[in-house]
C-alpha cells in the first residue's frame, strides 16, 4: 500500500522560506512522476508544482515559478518543495501526490494522480 507523508509547513512571514518533505512508501518510484498541489479555503485544489523521478524534469504553476523549487531524492523516495519569498497568498493546505504512470507532459488536473498525501498547512502572514 502506497504511503505518502507530508512534513515540513508552518507559520512564516511574507518573504520567508519553508521547506516541505514528502516521505514516499509502499513501492519502488523509479518512475512516473510526483508533485505539489495546494488547497486554499473556498478554493479549488491547483497545480504547485511537478518532477518526473526518472529524468528530473520539473514543472511550475506561474504563480511560483521563481520561487519554488521541487526535487526527488530516487534512492530515498523522499519528495521535496522548497518554498522562498513566501506570499500571504501562498496559504493553503499543501499535498504531495505521486503518479506511477509517465504519460509524456505534466497533468496539471488533480483527478489525474493516484496517491495522494494528508497534506500539510503552511501559513504566511503579512
Known amino acids: 500500500q502506497v504511503q505518502l507523508v507530508e512534513s515540513g509547513g508552518g507559520l512564516v512571514q511574507a518573504g520567508g522560506s519553508l521547506r516541505l518533505s514528502c516521505a514516499a512508501s509502499g513501492r519502488p518510484f523509479n518512475s512516473g512522476v510526483a508533485g505539489w498541489f495546494r488547497q486554499a479555503p473556498g478554493k479549488e485544489r491547483e497545480f504547485v508544482a511537478a518532477?518526473?523521478?526518472?529524468?528530473?524534469?520539473?514543472h511550475f504553476a506561474d504563480s511560483v515559478k521563481g520561487r519554488f523549487t521541487v526535487a526527488r531524492d530516487n534512492a530515498k523516495n523522499m519528495l521535496y518543495l522548497e518554498m522562498n519569498s513566501l506570499k500571504p497568498e501562498d496559504t493553503a493546505v499543501y499535498y504531495c501526490t505521486v503518479d506511477s504512470r509517465w504519460l509524456g507532459y505534466f497533468n496539471l488536473g488533480s483527478t489525474g494522480y493516484e496517491y495522494w498525501g494528508q497534506g500539510t498547512q503552511v501559513t504566511v502572514s503579512s
Open positions: 518532477i518526473t523521478w526518472r529524468a528530473g524534469s520539473t
